[in-house]
């Protein structure tokens, strides 16, 4: 008899998550035949997401919220053990959206996982290749529209999106500027992913900071992980007929109230200006072009891979899943189990 | 000798603006000859609006904030009593942007005025053919892009540019709901100016009869002239792919603190959809198409200029500027002297 270890979605979080939200619980693996369709995959690779924490709400707004009891929805890879499916021989290495235990069983009427192509590994299916990277391609470039020698701020920028969003305005001829907390998310951004300035909003005045950067042209495109003061700091900065990306808004995540709303929104109007949201989702007919640029941009090493690789157990979920709250991880956060 | 009259503006509002941020003053007409280009018009009719207010702070942002000491800045109509400038021979009818006073005069390097067709009366020229009207339809259609079918939300729904802003919805095909304070203004919203509903924020819950009238779908485009928390309720209730239009926000013009930022504009990602800024002066080229437009829907019954003509004298301004913060007036408020 084979056990399913897996974390439990025990109740939902007001404010800050925590392992209260969380119960551990092994499971026998039902071993009857799988139905029409259905996969089973045995995790091996688990992505730590911001987004996460508003799935985790009863009114989760644009995904079904976790339901209470059942394992935590996460972006992971895999591989097929036993399957009912011809599009997913056993051996199929796969990526998307699993649980947070051993073996997830798919079923046929919610496939949300699609096979990996054999020269992809594990890991850079979960960065480069996963839904962040995506979302920072598709976003910035679909919804940002940056032009050549446009001025480029992304918020959260050490983060699984911010980071790749970064260098892709670098890639496309950008002045791409990161804001992050804390020095060594700072020097890692200049130093190893090439951003033209960061700015440590930890320990600098942003707005100062923005005006320094930008001066008086101002920040064409803002790529918004965070909302908050540093989401009204780059609206009191922006160029005329700027583009507001709104991505994530980790800033307000945990907040048990009211959200903080942009008072700067104003400045739409004085900058002929546009706020835009979007959901990678949407765009999924291009996942396959905004692939191929980006592994030809790893190949080429122009675009770099930002992460921690956590080597772990299954029972570490809910200690790495805070890490992305508390600021502490550097890039894509990965559980590997 | 000829006498000016003139309200200088005294004093920048901290909050509200009153009777003490002016001074009443009677000043000689200076009776040099014009420099060349200048020409001096004979004020007849003002049109006091929202954005005045705006134009009184130290850091008005998109229109030079008006000089203490200088008479206060409006839109008006009134015909050119000296000339130095061959396109405005003495006789011409004209509109557009003077001051509180009997006389004007325009110097040559910032003509903020021009002529006024032959057929257009001086009161139609500050209500169809002024700058309001300009906004709601350039603001409407080119920045909302409503299209047929479509649900149109348009707050300040009685005044000079909401009033008008919900006609046009309705005459390019839209379901057109305006929301506007007190019964007597959404009472002529429907009867007299064929709004589908209107929604009396002052004694209705707006959210909830947003729910009701817009159902499941949501709102396809929002056209905004208040913010504050009309704007939240609205963000609340967007259509997928919802466009927001930013043309005013009378809610926060008299606070003097922090403005109140929208806590719902993570709706915009939710749903997809965006939120523009515009200022009318920058479609400049598109304004006679824009009057022709309007004109011909004035003609034929389906636009129907929506003001309150006061009678009265330039002493009046400071109070009859009042009524429009009060929300005391219905549709464009506009002085005859």
Request: proline share 6%; charged share 20%.
């Given at each position: 008899?084979t056990?399913?270890?897996?974390?439990?979605f025990?109740?939902?979080?007001?404010g800050?998550?925590?392992?209260?939200?969380?119960e551990?619980?092994?499971?026998?693996?039902?071993?009857a035949?799988?139905q029409?369709?259905?996969?089973?995959?045995r995790?091996?690779?688990?992505?730590?997401?911001?987004?996460q924490?508003?799935?985790?709400?009863?009114?989760s707004?644009?995904f079904?919220?976790?339901?209470?009891g059942?394992?935590?929805?996460?972006p992971?890879?895999?591989?097929?053990?036993?399957s009912a499916?011809?599009r997913f021989?056993?051996?199929?290495r796969?990526?998307?959206?699993?649980?947070?235990?051993?073996?997830s069983?798919?079923?046929?009427d919610?496939l949300t996982?699609s096979?990996?192509p054999?020269d992809?590994?594990?890991l850079?299916a979960?960065?480069?290749?996963?839904?962040n990277a995506?979302?920072?391609?598709?976003?910035l470039?679909?919804?940002?529209e940056?032009?050549?020698?446009?001025t480029?701020?992304?918020?959260?920028?050490?983060?699984?999106t911010?980071?790749?969003?970064?260098?892709?305005?670098r890639?496309v001829?950008c002045k791409?500027?990161?804001?992050?907390?804390?020095?060594?998310k700072?020097?890692?951004?200049?130093?190893?992913?090439?951003?033209a300035a960061?700015?440590?909003?930890?320990?600098e005045?942003?707005a100062e900071?923005?005006?320094?950067l930008?001066?008086?042209?101002?920040?064409?495109?803002?790529?918004?992980?965070?909302?908050?003061q540093?989401l009204?700091?780059?609206?009191?900065h922006?160029a005329f007929?700027?583009r507001?990306?709104?991505?994530g808004?980790?800033s307000?995540y945990?907040?048990?109230?009211?959200?903080r709303?942009p008072?700067?929104?104003?400045?739409?109007?004085?900058?002929r200006a546009?706020?835009e949201?979007?959901?990678v989702l949407?765009f999924?007919?291009?996942?396959?072009?905004a692939?191929?640029?980006?592994?030809?941009?790893?190949?080429d090493?122009?675009?770099?891979?930002?992460g921690?690789?956590v080597?772990?157990?299954?029972e570490?979920?809910p200690?790495?899943?805070?890490?992305?709250?508390d600021g502490?991880?550097?890039?894509?956060?990965i559980?590997?189990?």
């Amino acid at each position: 008899m084979t056990i399913n270890r897996q974390w439990i979605f025990a109740s939902r979080p007001q404010g800050m998550v925590g392992p209260a939200n969380f119960e551990y619980r092994e499971t026998p693996l039902n071993d009857a035949p799988l139905q029409t369709g259905d996969v089973l995959v045995r995790n091996k690779t688990f992505s730590l997401i911001p987004a996460q924490r508003t799935w985790m709400n009863a009114d989760s707004a644009y995904f079904p919220p976790i339901p209470i009891g059942a394992a935590v929805s996460a972006p992971a890879t895999g591989e097929v053990v036993q399957s009912a499916n011809p599009r997913f021989p056993v051996g199929t290495r796969v990526s998307g959206l699993t649980r947070w235990e051993d073996y997830s069983l798919i079923k046929a009427d919610r496939l949300t996982i699609s096979p990996l192509p054999a020269d992809i590994d594990l890991l850079d299916a979960l960065s480069v290749f996963g839904g962040n990277a995506l979302t920072a391609y598709l976003g910035l470039l679909k919804i940002g529209e940056p032009k050549p020698g446009d001025t480029v701020v992304v918020s959260g920028a050490a983060g699984s999106t911010g980071s790749m969003a970064v260098q892709i305005a670098r890639i496309v001829g950008c002045k791409a500027i990161g804001i992050a907390g804390g020095p060594a998310k700072c020097r890692h951004a200049v130093e190893d992913l090439g951003f033209a300035a960061a700015i440590d909003y930890k320990a600098e005045p942003v707005a100062e900071r923005l005006a320094e950067l930008t001066g008086e042209h101002g920040v064409d495109v803002y790529f918004d992980n965070v909302g908050g003061q540093i989401l009204d700091d780059v609206l009191a900065h922006l160029a005329f007929g700027a583009r507001v990306v709104i991505c994530g808004a980790i800033s307000q995540y945990e907040s048990s109230g009211t959200w903080r709303g942009p008072a700067n929104y104003w400045q739409l109007l004085v900058k002929r200006a546009r706020m835009e949201g979007f959901l990678v989702l949407d765009f999924a007919k291009k996942f396959p072009a905004a692939r191929a640029e980006m592994l030809k941009w790893l190949a080429d090493g122009s675009l770099v891979p930002s992460g921690e690789v956590v080597d772990g157990s299954l029972e570490d979920f809910p200690a790495v899943l805070r890490r992305i709250f508390d600021g502490a991880n550097i890039g894509k956060l990965i559980l590997r189990i």
